[in-house]
């Protein structure tokens, strides 16, 4: 059988769910980037409910996506993350580097001390050079598109784009990589619409079509 020409490839978009590590593997830590002496916990934990929250709204997404006709990877599909490259976020990065994806998208709930925060962000790699120089602008781009896309299909808060240095899975990812910040479990607002599954599909739709909106720019 003969590939049609001229046939591009479906794009692959990996979605990894923030956190779900075991407790005793994410107390470990790992270089911060290639080459770092900085080292980082694998995996804090995260806002209380935040790995069941961003699981849930990461299957909702792929459900998108593939009948959108992408193709989908996740870095975790249950409760824990199992990965052939380890447990931490250079796992993560590299389960999406080796997948050549044409985007990570991170899902991740905020927490704070202060419980009248609310709302949505996305964070992107700020600028290293030999770390993010080859994704900068492309992971700005993407942010830039799915940040847009949540807020208007949540009608959340619009808290921006927020450029991470210090971010494991930004800096050892070859792939644009966006984490978005769906909203702050430590807000009751907040919390009580990210458990819905109505507001969980809203969020979904939101990243779906800021993948969309992404892959569609120019190269
Ligand atoms: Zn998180």
């Known amino acids: ?41 694998k995996d804090g934990g995260g806002a209380h409910g935040e790995a069941a929250v961003a699981l849930a709204i990461a299957k909702r997404t792929r459900a998108l996506l593939l009948a959108r006709g992408f193709r989908v990877a996740m870095t975790r599909t249950g409760p824990t993350i199992d990965l052939p490259d380890g447990d931490g976020n250079i796992a993560r990065a590299r389960f999406c580097n080796r997948r050549h994806a044409a985007l990570m998208v991170r899902i991740h709930a905020d ?8 709302g949505a962000s996305t964070l992107v790699p700020a600028w290293h050079r030999g770390w993010t120089d080859d ?18 299909a949540t ?28 909203g702050f479990l430590s807000n009751p607002n907040d919390s009580r619409l990210l458990h819905t599954p109505s507001y969980r599909q809203r969020v979904a739709r939101g990243l779906a079509n800021g993948v969309s909106a992404f892959v569609g720019l120019p190269r």
């Open 155 to 182: 009608g959340a808060l619009d808290r921006g784009i927020v450029r991470r240095s210090d971010l494991t899975g930004f800096n050892w990812a070859n792939v644009p990589a966006v984490l978005v910040e769906t």
């Open 1 to 41: 059988m003969i590939a049609a020409a001229g046939v591009a490839a479906a794009a692959l978009i990996c979605l990894d769910p923030g956190h779900g590590t075991p407790p005793a593997i994410g107390r470990q830590t790992e270089p911060i980037g290639p080459g770092s002496h900085v080292l980082k916990v």
């Open 135 to 152: 994704i900068y602008g492309r992971s700005l781009l993407a942010g830039r598109a799915v940040q847009k896309a949540v807020v208007a």
């Open 111 to 118: 927490g704070s001390s202060d419980r009248s925060l609310h």
